[in-house]
């Protein structure tokens, strides 16, 4: 099974709860402005994601998803 981790930019405010519960230390605050004004959350090491979703529960604006990704198969 593959996972896929988003972070919705327009949707995150930079408050930090994701980045402090990561137990893999994965997500920083961007040094860059979201559209929004903020400093949107980003994965500064995503190969280290162990996909737990601590990040997704913890976010008061539900700016993260982690989804399963399917293999389809053809033939």
């Known amino acids: 099974m593959a996972f896929s981790h988003h972070i919705d930019e327009n949707r995150c405010k930079g ?3 994701c980045v402090t ?4 230390n994965v997500l920083e605050i961007s040094e860059q402005v979201s559209p929004k004004g903020y400093f949107p959350v980003f994965q500064a090491r995503p190969e280290d994601c162990i996909f737990c ?11 993260i998803t982690i989804t399963e990704e399917t293999e389809e198969k053809t033939r």
């Open 15 to 17: 408050c930090g709860l």
């Open 53 to 63: 979703a601590l990040c997704c529960v913890m976010c008061p604006d539900v700016a």
């Open 21 to 24: 519960v990561c137990p893999k």
